[in-house]
């Protein structure tokens, strides 16, 4: 039987304090955590010390299409995300064939 392991690629944060921005060497080049991480397919979770954190947008999404949620419950999981971005250190990305950017929605 066969067994698949999934591998991700660690990108660690880079920081601009002056500008208040978060980058990361993506696929695509340097992009920035909160405009294109936030709402990529392949963001799976922001690494905060030792652990991580799932991507707050990805249930929320889920929960909308299934109608158990209102959609202000996607703005909160965003809020949520800036919030984890802001503590954590690096994001865990799947895209092992350097796709790039997809979007979440």
Known sequence: MFEYLLIMKTLQFQR???KSRVM???AEGNV???SHCAY???CIGIR???RLAPTPQVQALAD???GS???DVLMNAAMMFNTLVRDGSAVECDDDANEGFRKLF
């Open 24 to 26: 990361v060497d993506c």
């Open 16 to 18: 601009d304090e002056k």
């Open 64 to 66: 909308v299409r299934r």
């Open 40 to 42: 990529c397919k392949h």
């Open 69 to 71: 949620a209102e959609d």
């Open 32 to 34: 920035s955590v909160y």
């Open 48 to 50: 905060v010390g030792k």
